[in-house]
């Protein structure tokens, strides 16, 4: 591991000094846009304003004779829409790092708009070793193109062996803006035996102890991903970059994807991806904190302007550590409410 001192200087001579903050930005839906369908991308103008990260997919889902299109319309994405005017992210999910193509992606994305990207998501991170040689490469690229902004890493938890190392990963170079759970490539990793994209599964359960009197027993269904979002989640935090749900893939059952996703805010995410535009609002709505409780927690930073002692609001007893929870709750709105009007109305910012 590198020293203290080592860990914020930067990889090459000319590359910029990395970040020591995560920059402050609202994240709430990662938009997936194919980029090597002209329609969808003739779109991306009108879509951007109702989003917080317009993501162009150059991995899964794009099919092998369509890489070089789909790397072609990232770059012309880029150019076409004025994302920072925005104030929207703009992201690539790059091919993984034992594919022929991510060489050539990277080298192309950096050169071309290396100013413009955000962040760089990597699929199938295995360890730290794939953060430190993505690392170095960007660091030589920015030097070479004169990118002054550093380009932040996502990387995608999606292999047992990344399960193992999320840790490591979390805390392997300044660049790391946070870690997304990939449940359909985990759950092939793995060997479970599901054909979904993420959610739950009916035959994944608990079930109560026979009756006496032959009545049905009741049973409910688990959660599958528990364990490992869990486990995502401390590595995040304890790192200080951000945790997030992945792709729901049934675009048909909005219920369940609001579910999976208020389980994601519940445990701590700053968002989900979007994979179709009916998924939007949902994750607009669901990592927006609600306005009654950020009301609450208004009352409770209130109640105890310099954090600490004991007050009773409501039949609740509140200390520092609920003040702490509710000052995540309100400076949480806070950066929602200047990024989206509608929300700020609806906090009373
Ligand atoms: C599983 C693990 C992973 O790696 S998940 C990440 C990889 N997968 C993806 O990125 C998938 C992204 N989404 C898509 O490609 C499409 O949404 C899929 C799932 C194929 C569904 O498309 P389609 O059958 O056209 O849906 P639809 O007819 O309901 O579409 C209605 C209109 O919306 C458009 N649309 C669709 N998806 C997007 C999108 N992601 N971004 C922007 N626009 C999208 C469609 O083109 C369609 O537009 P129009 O009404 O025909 O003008
Ligand atoms: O890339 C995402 C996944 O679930 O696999
Ligand atoms: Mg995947």
Redesign the pocket.
């Known amino acids: 591991m590198k020293t203290a001192r080592g860990f914020f200087k930067p990889l090459a001579i000319g590359a910029p000094a990395p970040w020591r903050e995560l920059p402050a930005r609202v994240e709430r839906m990662i938009?997936?846009?194919?980029p090597h369908l002209e329609?969808?991308r003739a779109?991306v103008g009108e879509?951007a304003p109702t989003v917080d990260v317009i993501l162009a997919?150059l991995?899964?889902?794009i099919p092998a004779d369509a890489k070089g299109a789909a790397l072609a319309g990232t770059i012309a994405m880029s150019r076409e829409v004025d994302f920072k005017a925005l104030g929207v992210g703009l992201w690539v999910r790059i091919n993984c790092l034992n594919s022929p193509w991510h060489l050539d992606e990277v080298a192309t994305l950096v050169e071309k708009a290396g100013d413009r990207i955000d962040v760089i998501m990597v699929p199938k991170v295995e360890g730290p070793w794939d953060i430190f040689y993505i690392d170095q490469l960007l660091a030589s690229l920015e030097a070479k193109h004169g990118v002054t902004r550093p380009i932040l890493l996502h990387a995608i938890l999606e292999t047992a062996e990344g399960v193992m190392n999320v840790e490591q990963i979390a805390g392997a170079s300044p660049r790391m803006q946070g870690v997304s759970l990939?449940p359909?490539?985990l759950a092939a990793s793995r060997a479970m035996k599901t054909t979904r994209?993420g959610g739950g599964h009916p035959g994944y359960r608990v079930i109560e102890d026979p009756h006496t009197d032959g009545l049905p027993r009741a049973s409910v269904q688990q959660d599958l991903w528990h364990y490992t979002f869990a486990k995502m989640v401390d590595a995040c935090a304890a790192h200080g970059i951000k945790p997030f749900y992945g792709?729901f893939?049934a675009?048909d059952d909005p219920v369940a994807c609001e579910q999976q996703f208020r389980n994601a805010f519940l445990m701590g995410c700053a968002g989900a991806?979007s994979?179709?535009?009916s998924q939007i609002a949902i994750a607009k709505t669901v990592f927006s904190p609600d306005p009654a409780e950020v009301a609450f927690a208004r009352r409770i930073l209130e109640a105890m302007p310099d954090g600490s002692g004991v007050a009773m609001i409501d039949g609740k007893m509140q200390d520092d550590a609920t003040w702490k929870q509710a000052k995540v709750m309100v400076d949480c709105a806070r950066q929602i409410a200047a990024k989206d009007a509608e929300y700020a109305a609806l906090y009373g910012f």
């Open positions: 938009h997936f846009v194919p329609k969808v779109k879509i997919n991995e899964d889902a990939g359909a490539d994209v792709p893939g675009i991806w994979l179709h535009p």
